[in-house]
């Protein structure tokens, strides 16, 4: 199946840090910019970080400015999310995708414009 396949979450404290990967399950992501995107509990898919194809750019959302990192491995199709300085407000289910409509990831709405989701990997901040 077409998809991403994300792992690296679990438990953390405040404070901590998590690195997360996203790899590409048969086809090569190389080709699309990619977006990592969270959903917390009751509330509604959110970008968090998105990549072009080269890697040369890269745009966060906000509240993670400063704290996350995203990069590539096109060689190994993979793409990655460094989290450190983690806040009990990061807790959510992490999903990667590629951008299949021209735009950013972040935004209202953003999400729509993206697909070949995975079944996300939990990230949970608490002490």
């Known amino acids: 199946q077409l998809q991403f396949v994300e792992s690296g979450g679990g438990l953390v404290q405040p404070g901590g840090s998590l690195r997360l990967s996203c790899a590409a399950s048969?086809?090569?992501?190389?080709?699309?910019?990619v977006g990592w995107f969270r959903q917390a509990p009751g509330k509604a898919r959110e970008g968090v970080s998105c990549?072009?194809?080269?890697?040369?750019?890269?745009a966060y959302a906000d509240s993670v400015k400063g704290r996350f990192t995203i990069s590539r491995d096109n060689v190994k199709n993979t793409v990655y999310l460094e989290m450190h300085s983690l806040k009990p407000e990061d807790t959510a289910v992490y999903y990667c995708?590629?951008?299949?409509?021209?735009?950013?990831?972040?935004?209202?709405?953003?999400?729509?414009?993206?697909?070949?989701w995975g079944q996300g990997t939990q990230v949970t901040v608490s002490s």
């Open positions: 990549i072009s194809r080269s890697g040369g750019t890269a």
């Open positions: 995708a590629i951008e299949v409509l021209p735009g950013s990831c972040l935004g209202t709405g953003a999400d729509e414009r993206y697909g070949r």
């Open positions: 048969q086809f090569s992501s190389e080709y699309y910019n």
